[in-house]
């Protein structure tokens, strides 16, 4: 089992930045691809992808709304994945979730993420 933990949420006015985190514990966090995935309040659609990183932190894939404005990259040694969202837009609130999966190539379907983490809210102002 892998447990994912994100913390780094919170209130940010529009144009601001965040830098998001996840933590995973138990097996190694190196065998997986990690995501980036949201879901803004209420709506009831699949949680929407954002970006993607692979095992070695040599490649990232980004949805085309957040292209130029967020990043992803990885600390193997400390089970840590990070999102720095910069430029933040009202239409980023939204809970992100990140989430693992042993598939190493880009594009990742969500049936193939293993382990998901509960998620932190960010939410920008306008």
């Known amino acids: 089992q892998v447990q994912l933990v994100e913390s780094g949420g919170g209130l940010v006015p529009a144009g601001g930045s965040l830098r998001l985190s996840c933590v995973a514990s138990g097996r190694t966090f190196s065998s997986y691809a990690m995501c980036w995935f949201c879901q803004a309040p209420g709506d009831e659609r699949e949680r929407e992808f954002v970006g993607a990183i692979v095992r070695s932190g040599g490649g990232t894939y980004f949805a085309d709304s957040v292209k130029e404005r967020f990043t992803i990259s990885r600390d193997n040694a400390k089970n840590t994945v990070y999102l720095q969202m910069n430029n933040l837009k009202p239409e980023d609130t939204a809970v992100y979730y990140c989430?693992?999966?042993?598939?190493?190539?880009?594009?990742?379907?969500?049936?193939?993420?293993?382990?998901w983490g509960q998620g932190t809210q960010v939410t920008v102002s306008s």
């Open positions: 989430a693992a999966t042993t598939n190493n190539r880009y594009p990742m379907s969500r049936a193939e993420f293993d382990f």
